[in-house]
């Protein structure tokens, strides 16, 4: 039987702790404690933490918290406000610290084994418990605070109005659900690496990083690997869309562009996404007004300026037309990753990833040998159309002919679309 008091316990451990303790910061807070202490205002969970039965209660679904901590002589109810305090820390540390369950607990709990290191316990250790805790800036607390605090600033409104903020634990898919290239992995753990070891690069003064182009057709992933970027290196994510900040507001288009590179400023750590790249060569070779043209060169110089080591921004464009752009315009970027149309193996990775969780009877690898030329996205429709048609015949069970079936079906919408083209 699993004993709340321990989960209890720790709650309250955790409070007295990172109270008592100066050198203890935020990110020294297992996350779900974090999320519930954290006052937006403060862009912290500010001390002292008063620990209420709400909070048990939210925070573990324990009903009778008041009956439950009866129990322990070392715990207080303050009756007016519902607040639950530790009388003696020494009494109450040493009680948790004699149950089994409680060792888990202290390695994943940088305050908790910050405590107990102190006191000199046999195979704790601070650091390491601190490296198993994903820092704040995943939470989407920590993106809201940034949010209200450049809300409140002067033009700020107008700034968050150019961009989508999406805060890493909100990502659905990680990387470990993308199937990617032997390339894109490469480059991926060269960032990951640089990212780490921004203070090093920043000592030998390599300032030209961290900008990265990733090209392909339309469906191929580049969207999805940027958000996993995100997830994966635990920084906020920040997309925005060329032609939305020049169709919205023509005109400012150049005054937007300086805009957003403020506001990602503000907000780093993070990933600054820019989608449709290939827009700025549009404007170049067209004659639109004078004012388009001076918004790509003020667009261009904005990315020359911002730094991943100084800025700590990680800038990533994305376009499917890459023949669009010119020199200039490549000679930004550090890295280029490419987003070929998968092949057969790929396919049925994908395939199999998508399927992952779906029960039936049939074969990724023969459906990956006649899908030539499909992108991930196309596969995705493939499986979503075929688990349509197996529920319309009231299965939740996937065959070989349902996924026949949908690529048919999506051949012909194909046809379809190109002879619509050609009129
Ligand atoms: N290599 C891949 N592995 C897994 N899923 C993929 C892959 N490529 C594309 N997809 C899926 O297809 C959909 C569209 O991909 P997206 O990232 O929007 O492509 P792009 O931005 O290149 O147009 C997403 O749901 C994505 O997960
Ligand atoms: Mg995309």
Same mark, same amino acid.
């Given at each position: 039987? @699993?004993?709340?008091?321990?989960?209890?316990?720790?709650?309250?451990?955790?409070?007295?702790?990172?109270?008592?303790?100066?050198?203890?910061?935020?990110?020294?807070? =297992?996350?779900?404690?974090?999320?519930?202490?954290?006052? @937006?205002?403060?862009?912290?969970?500010?001390?002292?933490?008063?620990?209420?039965?709400?909070?048990?209660?939210?925070?573990?679904?324990?009903?009778?918290?008041?009956?439950?901590?009866?129990?322990?002589?070392?715990?207080?109810?303050?009756?007016?406000?519902?607040?639950?305090? %530790?009388?003696?820390?020494?009494?109450?540390?040493?009680?948790?610290?004699?149950? /089994?369950?409680?060792?888990?607990?202290?390695?994943?709990? =940088?305050?908790?084994?910050?405590?107990?290191?102190?006191?000199?316990?046999?195979?704790?250790?601070?650091?390491?418990?601190?490296?198993?805790?994903?820092? @704040?800036?995943?939470?989407?607390?920590?993106?809201?605070?940034?949010?209200?605090?450049?809300?409140?600033?002067?033009?700020?409104?107008?700034?968050?109005?150019?961009?989508?903020?999406?805060?890493?634990?909100?990502?659905?898919?990680?990387?470990?659900?993308?199937?990617?290239?032997?390339?894109?992995?490469?480059?991926?753990?060269?960032?990951?690496?640089?990212?780490?070891?921004?203070?090093?690069?920043?000592?030998?003064?390599?300032?030209?990083?961290?900008?990265?182009?990733?090209?392909?057709?339309?469906?191929?992933?580049?969207?999805?690997?940027?958000?996993?970027?995100?997830?994966?290196?635990?920084?906020?994510?920040?997309?925005?869309?060329?032609?939305?900040?020049?169709?919205?507001?023509?005109?400012?288009?150049?005054?937007?562009?300086?805009?957003?590179?403020?506001?990602?400023?503000?907000?780093?750590?993070?990933?600054?996404?820019? /989608?449709?790249?290939?827009?700025?060569?549009?404007?170049?070779?067209?004659?639109?007004?004078?004012?388009?043209?001076?918004?790509?060169?003020?667009?261009?110089?904005?990315?020359?300026? %911002?730094?991943?080591?100084?800025?700590?921004?990680?800038?990533?464009?994305?376009?499917?037309?890459?023949?669009?752009?010119?020199?200039?315009?490549?000679?930004?970027?550090?890295?280029?990753?490419?987003? =070929?149309? =998968?092949?057969?193996?790929?396919?049925?990775?994908?395939?199999?990833?998508?399927?992952?969780?779906?029960?039936?009877?049939?074969?990724?690898?023969?459906?990956?040998?006649?899908?030539?030329?499909?992108?991930?996205? /196309?596969?995705?429709?493939?499986?979503?159309?075929?688990?349509?048609?197996?529920?319309?015949?009231?299965?939740?069970?996937?065959?070989?002919?349902?996924?026949?079936?949908?690529?048919?079906?999506?051949?012909?919408?194909?046809?379809?679309?190109?002879?619509?083209?050609?009129?």
């Amino acid at each position: 039987m @699993k004993n709340p008091l321990i989960d209890i316990l720790e709650i309250l451990l955790t409070a007295e702790v990172y109270n008592r303790h100066e050198e203890l910061d935020v990110n020294d807070l =297992p996350k779900p404690i974090r999320k519930r202490f954290w006052k @937006k205002e403060y862009k912290s969970v500010p001390k002292p933490i008063s620990v209420s039965v709400d909070d048990i209660k939210f925070l573990l679904g324990i009903e009778n918290v008041v009956k439950e901590v009866k129990s322990l002589p070392f715990i207080e109810v303050d009756k007016a406000g519902f607040r639950l305090k %530790i009388t003696s820390l020494e009494l109450a540390s040493s009680w948790f610290n004699k149950h /089994d369950e409680s060792k888990e607990k202290i390695e994943t709990n =940088p305050s908790l084994a910050f405590y107990y290191e102190q006191l000199k316990e046999d195979g704790v250790d601070y650091i390491s418990a601190k490296e198993k805790v994903k820092p @704040k800036e995943v939470d989407r607390e920590w993106v809201d605070s940034l949010i209200s605090e450049i809300e409140e600033e002067e033009g700020g409104k107008d700034m968050l109005k150019l961009v989508r903020i999406i805060a890493p634990e909100d990502i659905m898919q990680p990387l470990s659900d993308l199937i990617l290239t032997k390339n894109q992995e490469e480059k991926i753990e060269k960032i990951v690496r640089a990212i780490k070891h921004r203070e090093y690069l920043r000592q030998i003064g390599l300032y030209d990083i961290g900008k990265l182009l990733m090209v392909g057709p339309p469906g191929t992933g580049k969207t999805s690997v940027a958000r996993a970027l995100s997830e994966r290196l635990d920084i906020p994510f920040v997309e925005v869309r060329l032609s939305m900040i020049t169709d919205q507001y023509l005109g400012e288009t150049a005054k937007n562009i300086d805009r957003v590179f403020e506001l990602v400023k503000k907000l780093a750590p993070c990933i600054l996404f820019i /989608d449709e790249f290939d827009f700025i060569a549009k404007t170049r070779v067209s004659d639109e007004h004078a004012a388009l043209k001076r918004a790509v060169n003020t667009l261009l110089k904005a990315i020359d300026e %911002i730094s991943l080591t100084r800025d700590g921004v990680l800038l990533i464009a994305a376009t499917n037309h890459p023949r669009m752009l010119d020199s200039a315009a490549w000679r930004r970027f550090d890295e280029i990753m490419n987003f =070929p149309q =998968p092949d057969a193996s790929m396919r049925r990775l994908i395939l199999d990833i998508v399927t992952r969780d779906i029960e039936g009877e049939f074969d990724t690898a023969e459906i990956s040998n006649v899908t030539e030329g499909y992108t991930g996205s /196309d596969l995705r429709m493939v499986i979503r159309e075929a688990v349509l048609s197996s529920l319309v015949d009231n299965r939740k069970y996937l065959t070989q002919d349902d996924l026949v079936e949908a690529v048919d079906n999506f051949n012909e919408r194909a046809l379809i679309k190109s002879s619509d083209n050609s009129f």
